[in-house]
């Protein structure tokens, strides 16, 4: 790439770079919810996929709402990192920023983000969670970022799609394989000794490929392509993974080992249909959740400057921050009521309804608007702090 090339390329700020940022935005708030979830409502556990008989409907689409988060957001990195590419004006240049920051992802999920979950130091666990998985899917992207966009969409297509077909491979603690394969796509625990353990909750196979085809839609994002020429790129892929998630799972086709069933009434067909599993995320998870951001994101483009992009952009323009603030905060609050009110739902404090978590959800959202906007304009004014761009 020539420094004519790359400069021809780079985006100017528009409303292509600003639905990203709304997006985004969009999917950390849907995050806050399901944290949120996590914090006050444990003593109504939901599975992976959900019991569908015992879950309620208000949880369960609560739930599955917040599986949009994290495909919409290993996507929006990929493409993300094309952007920066287009900037740099270098592969090299892209290839060290995905590598740093990868690397700054493990290093922060070890550390800062994982006492924000337990509060435990020394940590007896280290639960490896989405930042760790979007770390390491960097960390691969630095490689095939030098691939040809056609074998980058391949990569892509093969890892989204026939994960799948590994379902069956499995290995016992002690076996040479066990450890690879658990980071890789099975769930499971490593002891590291005696007083630690690692839980490898986001196996990383298949946001590879999510990151993959994220830095493959880049150049749908280049200055010198019409809005209207993107967006429709964006809907007809959209609406075609929706289409071929629908026509795979009526049949119980290939695409997940959990078939779905007539329930009882609509309702509860409609939630077998929609059972999705995200743990690894399984092809019908990727095409549903990938789809519907596809729409999304041509549908914030098209809202333009409108208010709601606005305020979205905020949330979408400094997610780390955000990230790391929210979990910090959501600890606080869940000490502060169990000092006050104690353990009222078994061994947890809980809130009695779904409602509720939607309600501190919006009163969370709006208290942290303002640290968030701070710390955006922060950022954006000082170029010159390299850790920054990291937030």
């Known amino acids: 790439m020539t420094g004519s090339s790359a400069s021809a390329l780079s985006p100017a700020p528009s409303t292509r770079l600003q639905s990203i940022d709304a997006l985004r935005g969009l999917v950390m708030l849907i995050m806050l919810l399901d944290h949120v979830r996590e914090t006050v409502y444990l003593h109504a556990q939901v599975g992976d996929p959900m019991n569908?008989?015992?879950?309620?409907?208000?949880?369960?689409?609560?739930?599955?709402?917040?599986?949009?988060?994290?495909?919409?957001?290993?996507?929006?990195?990929?493409?993300?990192a094309w952007l920066y590419g287009q900037k740099a004006g270098s592969l090299n240049a892209t290839?060290?920023?995905?590598?740093?920051?990868?690397?700054?992802?493990?290093?922060?999920?070890?550390?800062?983000?994982?006492?924000?979950?337990t509060f435990q130091f020394p940590p007896a666990v280290v639960y490896l969670q989405v930042i760790w998985a979007i770390g390491l899917s960097m960390l691969a992207l630095a490689l095939l970022v030098r691939l040809p966009r056609p074998a980058l969409i391949a990569v892509g297509v093969?890892?989204?799609?026939?994960?799948?077909?590994?379902?069956?491979?499995?290995?016992?603690?002690?076996?040479?394989?066990?450890?690879?394969?658990?980071?890789?796509?099975?769930?499971?625990?490593?002891e590291v000794s005696e007083g630690l353990r690692l839980r490898t909750s986001y196996p990383v196979l298949p946001w590879i490929g999510v990151i993959a085809l994220g830095y493959a839609a880049g150049p749908w994002f280049a200055r010198t392509v019409a809005?209207?020429?993107?967006?429709?790129?964006?809907?007809?892929?959209?609406?075609?993974a929706i289409a071929l998630f629908v026509v795979l799972r009526a049949f119980n086709a290939y695409g997940q080992a959990q078939?779905?069933?007539?329930?009882?009434?609509?309702?509860?067909?409609?939630?077998?249909?929609?059972?999705i599993t995200k743990y690894p995320p399984s092809l019908f998870f990727l095409l549903l959740t990938l789809g519907l951001g596809l729409l999304l994101?041509?549908?914030?483009?098209?809202?333009?400057?409108?208010?709601?992009?606005?305020?979205?952009c905020v949330y979408g323009a400094a997610p780390m921050f955000f990230y790391i603030l929210h979990l910090y905060v959501l600890k606080l609050l869940y000490l502060a009521a169990l000092a006050v009110w104690g353990a009222n739902?078994?061994?947890?404090?809980?809130?009695?309804?779904?409602?509720?978590?939607?309600?501190?959800?919006?009163?969370?959202?709006?208290?942290?608007?303002?640290?968030?906007?701070?710390?955006?304009?922060?950022?954006?004014?000082?170029r010159d702090i390299a850790w920054l761009k990291y937030l």
């Open 345 to 382: 739902q078994g061994q947890y404090f809980g809130v009695d309804g779904v409602g509720v978590l939607w309600l501190l959800t919006l009163a969370l959202a709006m208290a942290l608007y303002w640290p968030v906007r701070a710390f955006g304009r922060l950022k954006a004014q000082r």
């Open 227 to 240: 809005p209207a020429t993107r967006q429709r790129r964006l809907c007809l892929a959209g609406l075609g």
């Open 297 to 312: 994101l041509a549908w914030l483009e098209r809202l333009g400057t409108r208010a709601p992009v606005g305020v979205l």
């Open 95 to 117: 290839s060290a920023f995905l590598a740093k920051r990868g690397l700054f992802l493990v290093a922060l999920e070890f550390t800062a983000i994982n006492f924000a979950w």
């Open 259 to 275: 078939g779905w069933s007539v329930q009882d009434d609509a309702l509860r067909s409609l939630m077998s249909f929609i059972n």
């Open 52 to 80: 569908v008989a015992d879950t309620p409907p208000d949880l369960f689409f609560s739930r599955l709402l917040a599986h949009l988060c994290a495909p919409v957001f290993v996507f929006l990195t990929g493409l993300s």
């Open 158 to 190: 093969l890892l989204v799609a026939g994960h799948n077909l590994l379902d069956g491979i499995h290995f016992a603690a002690g076996e040479p394989g066990f450890v690879p394969w658990a980071i890789l796509h099975d769930r499971g625990w490593l």
